[in-house]
């Protein structure tokens, strides 16, 4: 049996939503993140399984580009 671990079943892409804002999630491949353009986070898939928490979530940059910034440091 063979199982891609890099990949998300797409049923579940469905349902997620981003848990700061409750909107949609779009699903980055490449990258291997879910994208919230509403809360400007990427959120980590590790093994297929997608890490919904926003403290391990990515803060995007407002040009599209990546920030290392921790998004749960508000300051």
């Known amino acids: 049996m063979n199982i891609d ?3 998300v079943d797409p ?5 997620l ?3 700061l804002t409750k909107g949609p ?3 980055d491949h490449q990258s291997q993140e879910l994208i919230s353009e509403q809360a400007g986070l ?4 590790r093994d297929g399984i997608p890490i919904m928490l926003v403290d ?4 995007l940059g407002g040009d ?3 920030s290392d910034a921790d998004p749960s440091q508000h300051e």
């Open 64 to 66: 599209g580009a990546t």
């Open 42 to 45: 990427a959120y980590p898939i």
């Open 11 to 15: 049923k579940l892409l469905e349902i």
């Open 17 to 19: 939503v981003c848990p």
């Open 5 to 7: 671990n890099s990949t």
């Open 56 to 59: 391990e979530a990515r803060q």
């Open 25 to 27: 999630l779009q699903y």
